[in-house]
Nanobody, 123 residues
Framework: QVQLVESGGGLVQAGGSLRLSCAAS????????MGWFRQDPGKEREFVAA????????YYADSVKGRSTISRDNAKNTVYLQMNSLKPEDTAVYYC????????????????WGQGTQVTVSS
């Protein structure tokens, strides 16, 4: 079992930045591809970014590419999502997730999920 806890969300003005963290316990994250997803009320949960086990490859949704950076520190069992130039449309609950499937961005293949952290971007 892997327990994931997100933090770092909050209220920020458009153009600002936030750094989300996802701390894991229960197992080392070295065996997992890690992903970030987000969901706005009334919408489907959508993929944001993913990073492979060693951090060698990253994937981004077109909507955040160039503005966000996913990274991981396996020694700290933590994954990060740095988000810059935030827009009101980035407002959502952001979820961290872990999967044993290498490099996937498909939500259904993620085995473990955190409880989410709210990001609100004001215009």
């Amino acid at each position: 079992q892997v327990q994931l806890v997100e933090s770092g969300g909050g209220l920020v003005q458009a153009g600002g930045s936030l750094r989300l963290s996802c701390a894991a316990s229960g197992r080392t994250l070295r065996s997992y591809t890690m992903g970030w997803f987000r969901q706005d009320p009334g919408k489907e949960r959508e993929f944001v970014a993913a990073i492979t086990n060693s951090g060698g490859t990253t994937y981004y949704a077109d909507s955040v590419k160039g503005r966000s950076t996913i990274s991981r520190d396996n020694a700290k069992n933590t994954v990060y999502l740095q988000m810059n130039s935030l827009k009101p449309e980035d407002t959502a609950v952001y979820y961290c997730a872990a999967t044993t499937i290498y490099g996937t961005r498909y939500e259904g293949l993620y085995n473990y999920w955190g409880q989410g952290t709210q990001v609100t971007v004001s215009s």
